[in-house]
């Protein structure tokens, strides 16, 4: 389990509608408007939240 990046919801990889790879790791998004907000800023979303809670979809 992962978290969107952007809007925080639980998400299965495999079953994620929608992925993005930055920096060499791939984030996972609920929908086209979650991927669309992180590939216009990126950093906006990933600062201040510990990698491991996008990672392993804790909160």
């Known amino acids: 389990m992962v978290n969107d990046p952007v809007c925080g919801m639980g998400l299965m990889e495999e079953k994620a509608p929608f992925k993005y790879e930055y920096k060499g790791r791939p984030y996972?998004?609920?929908?086209?408007?979650?991927?669309?907000?992180?590939?216009?800023?990126?950093?906006?979303?990933?600062s201040g939240?510990?990698?491991?809670?996008?990672?392993?979809?804790e909160k």
């Open 28 to 46: 996972y998004f609920c929908g086209q408007g979650c991927k669309e907000r992180f590939e216009h800023d990126p950093e906006k979303y990933l």
């Open 49 to 57: 939240r510990p990698v491991d809670w996008i990672a392993d979809g």
